[in-house]
């Protein structure tokens, strides 16, 4: 680790991944010594405060456009060595952008994101749930978990299926990537955390709930 000047952290998932390798190797903490952490956002921060750790670089919105910008304004990349922890199908928008600007970036797989069997034993009926409007809000954290979606009940079905149900999208990328698909995401929070989208879901209710009394 210590051989690169950052390392750039797009999730919590991957924090607490190579978090828990380095812990489990030889090493500790101290590997971290010299290497510049970047976070993708508060919740993401939040991860490395459980191990002790401050990250150098937030960048004020949780998308990869802005966190190569809040590099670029740390100076420049051409032969900084950037550390990417990431998911086996996260975007590859960070490292392209940093390689394009002469930085020498090493991605590595730290988790895998698997769908699940919507048919398992005890799962319940979300399709069934959902063409008998008994989901008031389906919420997406990630364009993964969008494009799953998609392909566990057909891309046509999932956007009619949600088109009587409250879309929620944890960031105007998972919004996009919801819209790209004909799903209409129609609480989007300010600030790209699960927090605040959970905080933007009950503001919306609310909203629902004194428009319904005033009528």
């Keep these: 680790v210590q051989h690169f000047d950052w390392a750039v952290f797009t ?16 090493a500790d903490v101290r590997a971290l010594k010299g290497v510049k952490l970047c976070a993708i956002g508060a919740g ?8 002790g750790i401050k990250v150098d670089l937030i960048p004020p919105e949780s998308r990869a456009e802005s966190v190569i910008q809040a590099l670029l304004e740390t100076g420049s990349m ?3 060595r950037f550390l990417l922890p990431r998911a086996d199908i996260g975007r590859e928008v960070i490292g392209e952008e940093l390689r394009k600007r002469g930085g020498v970036v090493t991605e590595v797989v730290a ?10 034993d005890g799962e319940p009926d979300v399709y069934r749930m959902l063409l008998d409007q008994r989901i008031d809000v389906v919420t997406f954290t990630s364009p993964s978990s969008v494009r799953s979606f998609a ?15 409250n879309v929620a999208a944890i960031g105007p990328v998972t919004a996009e990537a919801a819209a790209q698909l004909g799903i209409n995401c129609s609480i989007v929070p300010t600030q790209y955390t699960v927090s605040a989208l959970c905080a933007a879901i009950v503001k919306h209710f609310e909203g629902s709930g004194a428009a319904a009394a005033s009528n």
């Design 11 to 26: 999730s919590g998932n991957a924090v607490d991944a190579f978090m828990g390798r380095l812990l489990n190797s030889a």
């Design 44 to 51: 993401t921060s939040e991860r490395f405060t459980k191990y």
């Design 78 to 80: 051409k032969g900084q």
């Design 111 to 120: 988790y895998r994101t698997v769908a699940i069997d919507p048919e398992r």
């Design 151 to 165: 392909e566990l009940y057909g891309a046509d079905a999932a956007a009619d299926l949600l088109a009587k149900t």
